[in-house]
């Protein structure tokens, strides 16, 4: 499954997406302006950056699991035990072995998707 970045979208509410297309399929990842301030991702260079890196490893994990939608990373997600939200470097390796742990089930003896 190729998946391709096509654009940054224009900026609707407190969020910024991107458009990729998966096949011949388009879904848009995003970020919301709040998580992007506490990581302070502020430049549009940086936005587009982050969500070239974040959005394919997004993209496979949701292929993976078998529901591929549109999707916009949010602060929850990233929350560590004592309520903060982690790093940025600490966040991009928890989505990198989320997608490991998933793509390992997915060609485990029995999986069933």
């Known amino acids: ?19 990729f297309q998966v096949d011949d399929k388009e879904v848009r990842i995003g970020i919301t302006d709040t998580l992007r301030a506490i ?4 430049a549009e260079k ?3 950056l982050f969500l070239k890196q974040f959005g394919p490893l997004k993209i496979r994990l949701m292929i ?8 916009r ?16 470097g600490d966040a ?12 390992e089930r997915q060609s485990s003896i029995g999986f069933k998707p």
Do not use: C, H
Request: hydrophobic share 40%; no cysteine.
């Open 39 to 42: 990581w302070k991702i502020n």
């Open 73 to 88: 990373f949010q602060t929850y997600e990233f929350k560590k035990g004592d309520g903060f939200v982690m790093d940025l």
């Open 46 to 48: 940086e936005v587009e």
């Open 92 to 103: 991009l390796e928890k989505l990198k072995k989320e997608v490991i742990e998933a793509e």
């Open 64 to 71: 993976t699991n078998n529901n591929l939608s549109d999707y």
């Open 1 to 19: 499954m190729e998946i391709k970045f096509l654009q940054i979208l224009p900026r609707r509410g407190t969020y910024i997406d991107a458009l």
